[in-house]
């Protein structure tokens, strides 16, 4: 649609605009503030929220009196992450860290509370791994997961695990509250890098870094996994740099903030 041109069907226009701009922001906003931004006005704003808040593409934040993405909005991001972009773009960085680390290497998205797996890089000799390309894993217990889960804003967050129900464990003898996942992903956030230890495949570990689009989200995140018993100092030294190294090459290939 070129400058001056109305379109043709008004309603989908603005919904449209709405979400992009909602995309754009740091953390959710005001309908006011939305209406203001995009000049639309403030009664179809709010009737058009409304509409996108029940179908989970937006989140009312009613203390707040503001509105953020919703899981449906983070449904479509991973639908793009999908039609191979992502696993393009990723595929040789992955196929490089695993060649020089000598351990295996996956690319991974986030869909609701699992991650997707999309590029999954086995290196020779190795243990075998649950995780495979189309596998789905519960985010809060991989490295990939918790990557890309302390990107996501608090809203975002609580959106996904609003009770003790969004909770799986594949230990019997653990249990997950929202708190604890907020102190593990308040350390990711804090050092750069998250940690899986044992919590998928016994006596296996991971590393795992966020991969960021242009205005911040996760967009994926890149792990390599390795055995606890084969593993130095110096060599895990050496996978948290080649982890943080691929995540942020693949950041910048798709125009990311890194």
Known sequence: MTAGEKSQVPAADATLRILSHLAAQRGPVPASTIATGLGIP??????????????????????????????????????????????????RLVEGMVDRLGESGHLAVLHGRDVL????????????????????????????????????PATQLRAL???????????ASETWTYARLKAVLAEVRRTGIAEEAGEVTGDLSSLGAVVLDHVGWPAAAVAVTFADDRVTDDTRAAIDAEVRGAAAELSRRIRGVR
């Open 42 to 91: 403030r009664s179809t704003v709010y009737h058009l929220l409304r509409v996108m808040q029940e179908r989970g593409f937006v989140v009312h934040l009613p203390e707040e009196g503001r509105y953020g993405l919703g899981v449906a909005a983070f449904e479509l991001s991973s639908g793009f992450s999908r039609q191979q972009p992502l696993t393009r773009l990723g595929s």
């Open 117 to 152: 797996y999309l590029v999954e890089e086995r290196a020779p000799r190795r243990p075998s791994l649950v995780s495979d390309v189309g596998v789905r894993l519960p985010a809060h217990l991989t490295a990939t997961g918790r990557a890309m889960l302390a990107a996501l």
């Open 161 to 171: 695990y609003p009770d003790a129900a969004a909770f799986t464990s594949r230990r």
